[in-house]
């Protein structure tokens, strides 16, 4: 019997800023917002006094925020196994410690500090078992049962005026399990078939303003059977993989902007959304050409679905789904040349896109990304390799993510703002292997 333990600890000191209006009192003067000019009338002395009691009344557009955030880890791990490596059974404990001290216009301007304590533990037990039905057949089965605690405390104030605060614990029980068959048809060629159950524990949304049944996200648990078959023969190596997902409860992130004036008030949200479902095929494949070019290649093609649902995010009600889930191209490639000459000289090129998708649950913007290009030359002499290197090399401007709110005044219109991946680099790295 072979034995493996392992212990860590961790701890984290974390500074979080953010300027939520993404400008300054100079930037929002300017035209076409002129912020100041356009509010004159309701900053009048007149106005102010009536309204207020006080002059001036004026306020600057300017929403920033600050979380100090310590953070205490420790997790330990115990494993078995026989000398074959047929059974596996194992121990796992973490514990997380997390204090945040938030100050600044807080959940839309209703808090200016929030205070939060989360304590989360997780123990588990987890095993497998391999049986060989024949010198070509095995069976694999594997377990996992996990308790998942979750304490949060969360008090906030208005410049000293307490707030309701939040304190909640939740403790929950997962069982996840596989079962796969592994069969190997000859010395080129194998199969496999899977089912299994898996689990993602659920959790607390901070906001103290949130209704209780949005507050607090259960668990989501899913069903998946996989079938796969890989072919390697002469110059050729091919892997082709189908799957199918049934989630249920499952967990999604949407966001909602309580106030059109208020950027800081767009808050992100964990919620169950009820049932979905992932399914598709994922392939990859190299064949050598030759005895000096390689040629390879990758398909990934998905479908996914979430049933249509509501949620309160605290100042109206939400529909979302419906549709295909966010973050889910429809296809993506990959397509690639290496060529490797004798004397060490080396050249790569090699390509990549995937299909439009939606980037948030909340709202229906997409993203599209066009084909983006990388390409390496080098060579390679003994234990040194020198390589002039560039990426995205024709310069493709796309996004990576996106956000969709009101920010600009003094008309606050809903507009997609978006952050874009790196523009053409290059590059010269040189190794020495030891």
């Not at 310590?70 to 194992?90: A, F």
């Not at 309701?164 to 996840?176: A, I, N, S």
């Not at 989501?220 to 072919?231: A, M, P, Q, R, T």
Request: net charge negative; charged share 20%.
């Amino acid at each position: 019997m072979n034995g493996y333990y392992q212990y860590t600890i961790g701890e984290h000191d974390i500074v979080y800023s953010y300027d939520g209006d993404w400008g300054n009192n100079s930037y929002w003067e300017k035209e076409p917002y002129n912020w100041y000019e356009e509010n004159e009338d309701l900053f009048s002395e007149e106005v102010c006094l009536e309204n207020y009691g006080y002059y001036p009344c004026y306020y600057d557009y300017d929403f920033f925020d600050q979380t100090i955030r310590r953070r205490e880890t420790n997790s330990q791990e115990l494993r078995l196994n026989n000398e074959e490596n047929t059974m596996i059974l194992g121990f796992y404990k973490s514990n997380t410690k997390e204090t945040d001290n938030a100050t600044g216009w807080l959940f839309a301007g209703d808090a200016s500090e929030v205070f939060s304590l989360f304590k989360i533990s997780n123990t588990a037990l987890y095993g497998q078992l391999k049986y060989a039905a024949s010198k070509k057949t095995d069976f694999v089965f594997n377990w996992r049962a996990e308790q998942h605690n979750t304490y949060y405390n969360g008090e906030s104030s208005y410049y000293g005026e307490g707030l309701p605060g939040v304190k909640k614990e939740t403790e929950y029980e997962h069982f996840g399990s596989k079962i796969a068959l592994l069969h190997k048809m000859n010395p080129q060629s194998s199969f496999y078939l899977s089912t299994s159950r898996g689990f993602k524990a659920g959790g607390i949304n901070q906001n103290p303003y949130l209704s209780i049944d949005s507050r607090f996200y259960t668990p989501e648990y899913n069903f998946n059977f996989e079938g796969g078959y890989s072919l390697s023969i002469n110059n050729l190596t091919a892997n082709i993989n189908l799957f199918y997902m049934q989630r249920d409860n499952q967990q999604v992130q949407i966001s909602s902007q309580q106030d059109p004036g208020d950027p800081n008030s767009f808050y992100y949200f964990t919620a169950n959304a009820g049932n979905g479902s992932n399914y598709g095929l994922e392939f990859d494949s190299k064949i050598k050409i030759g005895t000096s070019f390689t040629l390879k290649g990758t398909l990934g093609l998905l479908e996914t679905y979430i049933e249509e649902y509501t949620f309160d995010s605290g100042s109206k009600l939400l529909t979302l789904g419906g549709r295909e889930q966010a973050m889910s191209p429809k296809y993506n490639f990959s397509i690639g040349i290496n060529y490797n000459h004798n004397s060490g000289f080396f050249a790569k090129v090699d390509m990549y896109g995937k299909d439009l998708y939606y980037y948030s649950e909340s709202h229906n913007q997409t993203l599209n990304s066009p084909i983006i290009s990388n390409g390496e030359l080098g060579f390679k002499k003994n234990k040194w390799t020198i390589s002039f290197w560039g990426k995205n090399i024709f310069d493709q401007r796309y996004a990576v993510h996106g956000f969709y709110f009101a920010l600009e005044p003094p008309d606050f219109i809903n507009k997609e703002y978006i952050q874009l991946g790196d523009p053409i680099h290059f590059g010269i790295t040189a190794s020495y292997q030891f």
